[in-house]
T-cell receptor, first 114, second 117 residues
Framework: GENVEQHPSTLSVQEGDSAVIKCTYS??????FPWYKQELGKGPQLIID?????GEKKDQRIAVTLNKTAKHFSLHITETQPEDSAVYFC?????????????FGSGTRLLVRP | NAGVTQTPKFQVLKTGQSMTLQCAQD?????MSWYRQDPGMGLRLIHY???????DQGEVPNGYNVSRSTTEDFPLRLLSAAPSQTSVYFC????????????????FGEGSRLTVL
């Protein structure tokens, strides 16, 4: 069936290092790919999104890359800081049961060690 | 603006009981949705609405009902609670209600933690 797969499920990095989280999706017609950050006890918040008319988008220390041919997209965080520790979710708009729906991956728990 | 408000924050039910999780937004958003979050399974879409009077099923709709009589409110009803419905529930809204699934930025509530015994 249609889905979004996310890897790794947990990621531990040293402060200052880079972190990369990868997602794959199944629907070749998908064209919207957001990333959300969820801090403990809170709802997710959008940190960056990309649409299929571009291959890369940056916002300060955060970047997202998209490879539509391979149907995968990645989140890159550079110069990680302890406050980047959180759960990160990717998502994509997939065609399921006769309509498009925004479907999330299973999440990555990122720990940045001081 | 309060954003997206969910009530209650915590609830304990017995198997077979019914209840309604409330969600209200004051941003005049057309799109509203409900997700459930379970360990290791991310956020799974239950139901969504692209405007008042319009609702559709998500990935895991069984056991849940919704209605959208106003732009502001999108309640989620559990008719006969089961232990498998123990979860954290999030309501989310966005201004963008296109049919492509491109919702634009979703604004999430703080969640409702439900335990079914």
């Amino acid at each position: 069936g249609e889905n979004v797969e996310q890897h790794p499920s947990t990621l531990s990095v040293q402060e200052g290092d880079s972190a990369v989280i990868k997602c794959t999706y199944s629907d070749s017609a998908s064209n919207y790919f957001p990333w959300y950050k969820q801090e403990l006890g809170k709802g997710p918040q959008l940190i960056i999104d990309i649409r299929s008319n571009v291959g890369e988008k940056k916002d300060q220390r955060i970047a997202v890359t998209l490879n539509k041919t391979a149907k995968h997209f990645s989140l890159h965080i550079t110069e990680t800081q302890p406050e980047d520790s959180a759960v990160y979710f990717c998502a994509a708009n997939l065609f399921m049961d006769s309509s498009y729906k925004l479907i999330f991956g299973s999440g990555t728990r990122l720990l940045v060690r001081p | 603006n309060a954003g997206v408000t969910q009530t209650p924050k915590f609830q304990v039910l017995k198997t077979g009981q019914s209840m309604t999780l409330q969600c209200a937004q004051d941003m005049n958003h057309e799109y509203m949705s409900w997700y459930r979050q379970d360990p290791g399974m991310g956020l799974r879409l239950i139901h969504y609405s692209v405007g008042a009077g319009i609702t559709d099923q998500g990935e895991v709709p069984n056991g849940y009902n919704v209605s959208r009589s106003t732009t502001e409110d999108f309640p989620l009803r559990l008719l006969s609670a089961a232990p498998s419905q123990t979860s954290v529930y999030f309501c989310a809204s966005s201004y963008r209600a296109s049919g492509s699934g491109d919702t634009g930025e979703l604004f999430f509530g703080e969640g409702s933690r439900l335990t079914v015994l």
